[in-house]
């Protein structure tokens, strides 16, 4: 089966840097995406990972070490806006994904 | 926007009633999934389909099924509903990422199910 572990609640303020860790356990591995989900809206994608290194997609990067089972979303220049709950979530093949329990991030200004 | 529309959005139903909730997308995708979203789990796969009349359990789905006879709708039903089913419902389809060569999830906007 497929477990993930990400903190339940993180927060920050406005214009820092903050990170979200995810660390998994999973019997097989295709890939390590993040969703975006505000309060009463639906989770959207914002970036995967296939390979061991970093994705950088705007204020958004993500990072994944397939060898320690671990990847992190990192924000930078936070906006009040970026305030939602992040999910990590692994591609278990069967076009399935096994998401995390999400984390909440409250922007503070 | 990946084309998915869920009905209803909201319902309200008493125990041991049968609901049929309806996800329907516009762009002949072929992997469609529901999820229900409660507070301290996350997103949990109840059923997926990989085509008409092809589906699968996920890992909650105890007290649903699911029916494909077209590829634009994926229906979930849940027999007698039950308190222990109030959740909030996703759909969702696969779709590739640009470039990336593997696929993501889109979802749809959610029914907020309630069982009294």
């Known amino acids: 089966g497929q477990s993930l572990e990400q903190p339940s609640e993180v927060t920050a303020v406005e214009g820092a840097i903050v990170q979200i860790n995810c660390t998994y356990q999973?019997?097989?591995?295709?890939?390590l995406s993040w969703y975006q989900q505000h309060d009463g809206g639906a989770p959207t994608f914002l970036s995967y990972n296939g390979l061991d290194g970093l994705e950088e997609t705007g204020r958004f990067s993500s990072f994944l070490s397939r060898s320690d089972s671990y990847g992190y979303l990192l924000l930078q220049e936070l906006q009040m806006k970026d305030s939602a709950s992040y999910f990590c979530a692994v591609g278990g093949g069967g076009n399935k994904l096994t998401f995390g329990t999400g984390t909440q991030l409250k922007v503070e200004l | 926007d990946a084309g998915i529309t869920q009905s209803p959005r909201h319902k309200v139903t008493e125990t041991g009633t049968p609901v049929t909730l309806r996800c329907h997308q516009t762009e002949n995708h072929r992997y469609m999934y529901w999820y229900r979203q409660d507070p301290g789990h996350g997103l949990r796969l109840i059923h997926y389909s990989y085509g008409v009349k092809d589906t699968d359990k996920g890992e909650v789905s105890d007290g649903y099924s699911v029916s494909r006879s077209k590829t634009e709708d994926f229906l979930l039903t849940l027999e007698s509903a039950t308190s222990s089913q109030t959740s909030v419902y996703f759909c969702?389809?696969?779709?590739?990422?640009?470039?990336?060569?593997?696929?993501?999830?889109?979802f749809g906007p959610g029914t907020r199910l309630t069982v009294l």
């Open positions: 999973t019997s097989g591995f295709y890939g």
């Open positions: 969702a389809i696969s779709e590739p990422i640009a470039g990336l060569g593997t696929d993501t999830q889109y």
